[in-house]
């Protein structure tokens, strides 16, 4: 019985050692794959596109357009309303920034993503003449634009990447539209 209660004992014993000095390589294998580095040099929206705005203002805000553009793609209610708030945010910071902040203001209180998206059309507008206006220092904006959008009138939005995805129709016609313009 005592050779079984000391068999067991050093099972037990050997069994957690080789499990607890094994930690390292465990620790290794479970970021393998995983490049942190890339992803903390991401940073914000505009910087992983390699976009810079001559303005610096508005290139502080311009990530929050891109994330509320992002958002209606996808339809999320709640994450437009978190972007719009830091667009707004931004914009008293620009010149003439109160057209910005009523348009987002409208964004923020919708609960319906397609009142959000209306408000989108007429917050892009003011964008892309900002946009131009400021210049950019590196990379490239492209002016997107669909026909469908709007009861067919058309809008148009602001994009650092040619491939469509159109924020005013979502999932439904994602690919829906063109790039218009390319400002460099």
């Not at 040099?41 to 502080?60: F, H, I, Q, W």
């Not at 972007?83 to 203001?105: D, S």
């Not at 892309?128 to 009138?153: F, L, Q, W």
Request: hydrophobic share 40%.
């Amino acid at each position: 019985m005592k050779t079984v209660r000391n068999l067991a004992f050093t099972i037990a014993t050997v069994t957690l050692f080789a499990a607890c000095g094994d930690t390292q390589k465990t620790a290794e294998a479970s970021h393998e794959g995983h490049d942190h580095a890339k992803e903390a040099k991401a940073g914000t929206a505009t910087e992983a596109a390699g976009v810079s705005l001559k303005d610096d203002k508005l290139n502080a805000v311009y990530p929050h357009y891109l994330k509320l553009s992002t958002a209606l793609i996808a339809g999320d209610v709640a994450e437009a309303k978190v972007a719009a708030q830091a667009v707004e945010l931004g914009a008293k910071e620009l010149g003439n920034g109160a057209a910005l902040q009523a348009l987002t203001a409208k964004i923020s209180n919708a609960s319906d993503v397609e009142v959000q998206r209306t408000a989108f059309a007429a917050l892009s507008a003011d964008f892309i003449t900002r946009v131009k206006a400021s210049g950019v220092n590196s990379g490239e904006i492209y002016v997107e634009y669909c026909p469908m959008a709007m009861n067919d009138k058309g809008a148009s939005w602001l994009s650092n990447e040619k491939d469509i995805k159109n924020p005013y129709y979502g999932e439904s016609m994602l690919t829906c539209g063109e790039v218009k313009e390319t400002i460099k």
